[in-house]
């Protein structure tokens, strides 16, 4: 029990009046431009294993489902077009903040379990890691330490069940129940998508039509208007004599 000792003491009342409960830790993955897309499918079993809330998809929404043994089915998914939308997503609606698992300058050690709240993680590129627009939204970035010199890195996989297991232990996850030499597992949840495949969310949809619309009055009217004469383009067809 923590107690203010410059205020003069404490009440007993105070002492003994039951505490709010915690706010809800979660943990999210972010996936973006991985190469070798049979790697979504493990990373989603690596992901329903470990507690994950949701997995985003940012670009394509179907993916290879191999290594999953059937946890896409107990796992949410959503779809953005781009990784600004996949963060004010992440930003204004989960509070999520959002790490980047990366071998880079300033990251902490992923041991440190240097989290503050819930957190979205995002991987890199199996070839190339992240690239400078990825790492723009990451609010800050961890890498996995390693003991032995035979390689260079870790496949993306095998980097997201250590990561994901580190914020679980460090959030307090409760431990699934064992039954015999394994974890029991949940009841099937009804399909609510096609297998391997992501929908798009109501706010998705608008937002790449709003985008679409905006694309195509930039395309009719351009920004500099001092190249355009009345006889040319759509003003020449409005305006014929």
């Known amino acids: 029990m923590h107690c203010d000792r410059g205020s003069g003491g404490y009440s007993m009342a105070?002492?003994?009046?039951?505490?709010?409960?915690?706010?809800?830790l979660e943990s999210i993955l972010l996936v973006h431009n991985v190469a070798k897309?049979?790697?979504?499918?493990?990373?989603?079993?690596?992901?329903?294993?470990?507690?994950?809330?949701?997995?985003?998809?940012?670009?394509?929404?179907?993916f290879n489902a191999f290594g999953s043994h059937g946890s896409t089915a107990h796992l949410l998914f959503r779809h953005f077009h781009s990784l600004s939308e996949a963060r004010s997503y992440l930003k204004e609606q989960r509070n999520c903040d959002i790490c980047g698992v990366e071998i880079a300058d300033g990251a902490l050690s992923?041991?440190?379990?240097?989290?503050?709240?819930?957190?979205?993680?995002l991987l890199g590129n199996e070839g190339t890691g992240l690239s400078p627009?990825?790492?723009e939204i990451c609010d800050f970035f961890v890498y996995i330490p390693q003991y032995g010199s035979g390689t260079a890195s870790l496949n993306v996989t095998v980097a997201a069940s250590i990561v994901l297991h580190h914020f679980g232990a460090w959030a307090g996850f409760a431990e699934t129940r064992?039954?015999?030499?394994?974890?029991?597992?949940?009841?099937?949840?009804?399909?609510?998508?096609?297998?391997?495949?992501?929908n798009e969310s109501?706010?998705?949809?608008?937002e790449e039509r709003k985008n679409r619309r905006d694309?195509?009055?930039q395309d009719m009217f351009?920004?500099?208007?001092?190249?355009?004469?009345?006889?040319?383009?759509?003003l020449g067809v409005l305006f014929d004599d």
């Open 14 to 24: 105070a002492a003994m009046a039951p505490r709010p409960p915690p706010p809800t």
């Open 37 to 62: 897309r049979h790697n979504v499918g493990t990373m989603v079993r690596s992901a329903t294993a470990f507690g994950v809330s949701e997995m985003i998809l940012v670009g394509r929404r179907d």
């Open 110 to 121: 992923v041991t440190q379990h240097p989290f503050k709240k819930s957190t979205a993680f």
């Open 133 to 135: 627009k990825e790492c």
């Open 178 to 198: 064992r039954e015999g030499n394994k974890f029991s597992v949940a009841r099937r949840p009804v399909k609510q998508v096609r297998r391997n495949f992501c």
């Open 202 to 206: 109501v706010e998705s949809v608008i």
């Open 215 to 217: 694309v195509a009055l």
């Open 222 to 234: 351009h920004e500099d208007r001092s190249d355009i004469s009345p006889g040319s383009g759509l």
